[in-house]
């Protein structure tokens, strides 16, 4: 069982990060986390992502030329 350290992670909230008592105790354990560097960051998007994107939401419907309205006007 993982345990937290708390004296750490308060030292870390209260004088690293400078936080209050009150906004300690009100951050989530992955709020604190990711203030302190720790994991959560992703990847730039790359042109890979970009065109898996396009894929899943084309600007278009099939069979719709530039400048068509869906219908709905």
């Not at 720790?38 to 970009?50: C, E, M, S, T, V």
Request: with cysteine; charged share 20%; proline share 7%.
């Amino acid at each position: 069982m993982n345990r937290f350290d708390w004296p750490a992670l308060m030292q870390a909230g209260l004088y690293g990060l400078k936080l209050t008592p009150e906004q300690f105790w009100r951050l989530t354990p992955a709020e604190l986390r990711l203030m302190l560097g720790q994991g959560g960051a992703l990847a730039p998007l790359n042109r890979a992502g970009l065109d898996a994107l396009l894929a899943a939401y084309p600007d278009q419907y099939l069979g719709q030329k530039d400048g068509e309205c869906d219908g709905g006007e």
